[in-house]
Nanobody, 128 residues
C-alpha cells in the first residue's frame, strides 16, 4: 500500500502560478502511475493530468494544456504539478492518485476507477 500527501495549494491571483507536490510513502514509487484530479464545489471530480511510472508519457485535460506541467522524481518519491496562468475556473481541491503500473494506463488514465490510492487533497483558490 502507498500513502500520498499533497502540498503546495493556496490562494493566488488570476494569471499567477502554483506548484503542487504529491509525496508518497510505503512502497517503491516507480511502481506506480500517478494522476492529478480536482473537484470544485458542486461539481464532479475530474482528471487534470497523469504521468507514467517512468515519466516518459504525460496526459492532460484540454483545458490545462499549455498551462500545467506534470513531472516526477522517483528518487524523491514525488510527483509535481506546475500550474501557470491560473484562472478562476481552476479553483478546486486538487487530489493526487496512484495506481500500480499497468499496460492499459494509456487508455484509462482519466478514469477515477483506475486509481487505487488517493491523497487527502489540497485547496487551490484563484481570485479574479
Amino acid at each position: 500500500q502507498v500513502q500520498l500527501v499533497e502540498s503546495g495549494g493556496g490562494l493566488v491571483q488570476a494569471g499567477g502560478s502554483l506548484a503542487l507536490s504529491c509525496t508518497a510513502s510505503g512502497r517503491t514509487f516507480s511502481n506506480y502511475d500517478v494522476g492529478w484530479f480536482r473537484q470544485a464545489p458542486g461539481k464532479e471530480r475530474e482528471f487534470v493530468a497523469g504521468i507514467r511510472w517512468s515519466g516518459r508519457s504525460t496526459y492532460y485535460i484540454d483545458s490545462v494544456k499549455g498551462r500545467f506541467t506534470i513531472s516526477r522524481d522517483n528518487a524523491k518519491n514525488t510527483v509535481y504539478l506546475q500550474m501557470n496562468s491560473l484562472k478562476p475556473e481552476d479553483t478546486a481541491v486538487y487530489y493526487c492518485a496512484a495506481c500500480v503500473v499497468a499496460t492499459y494506463y494509456s487508455a484509462t488514465y482519466s478514469k477515477i476507477s483506475t486509481y487505487d490510492y488517493w491523497g487527502q487533497g489540497t485547496q487551490v483558490t484563484v481570485s479574479s
